[in-house]
């Protein structure tokens, strides 16, 4: 990565009179160029692409520090790389997966929670996943109760799968943790209470309407 740089201007005193940070200067100069070839799963399509075409720069004080701005072949959205790793570009794709049949507003929180992770915001994700624990138990039957009065009713009521204690268990002291502490979360974790959401939505929205759709 281009090491940025503080600059800072004083008014002959000692006093700072103007301050900033300047950032690297990269030349966008191979535009249209073919690129070494790069395999990646696409920010906006979610598709596994392969491009070789798109622009690439390099640093004016480092020679070895290259960015690359990747067209996806399918899109055509642009994807940018740096030179410091194989999987270092971003946009990332969302995590998860969309859910067929997932009533709103219920799909458009759980989508948020994807975008939520996309941005690296995890306890945001966490928190979402909450609402919507708490909110499918409610339309499901549960009535007004705490997050784990819900998680314990959706596991009596065998919504959560035969063998899913330890998630049960788990997924409640992330949601406690979120909710009342100051506990960042990390990627790992949040991703474990996004599958868990995602496991809900599929068993109780997608699965069933699959069978009334090819049985009605």
């Known amino acids: 990565m281009g090491e940025s740089a503080y600059v800072a201007v004083d008014d002959g005193s000692g006093r700072i009179v103007w301050e900033c940070v300047q950032m690297p200067i990269y030349n966008w100069g191979h535009a249209g160029h073919s690129l070494p070839a790069f395999d990646y799963a696409c920010g906006y399509c979610g598709r596994e692409v392969s491009s070789d075409f798109g622009y690439m720069a390099g640093h004016q004080g480092n020679h070895n520090d290259k960015r690359y701005i990747y067209i996806c072949p399918r899109c055509e959205k642009p994807t940018l790389r740096s030179s410091i790793g194989p999987n270092v570009y971003s946009p990332r794709p969302l995590p998860g997966e969309s859910v067929q049949r997932v009533p709103d507003p219920i799909n458009t929180v759980y989508e948020e929670a994807r975008r939520a992770y996309q941005a690296e915001s995890y306890n945001g994700t966490v928190l979402l996943c ?62 474990e209470v996004l599958d868990f959401t995602l496991m809900l939505l599929k068993n109780i929205y997608d699965y069933p309407g699959r069978i009334l759709a090819t049985n009605p």
Do not use: C
């Open 130 to 191: 909450r609402k919507i624990i708490v909110h499918l138990g409610h339309e499901l039957g549960a009535g007004k109760k705490t997050f784990n009065e819900t998680i314990t009713w959706l596991d009596t009521e065998r919504y959560i799968p035969k063998g899913g204690k330890r998630w049960v268990d788990h997924i409640r002291e992330k949601g406690n943790e979120t909710t009342h502490e100051i506990t960042p979360m990390s990627p790992g974790e949040a991703q």
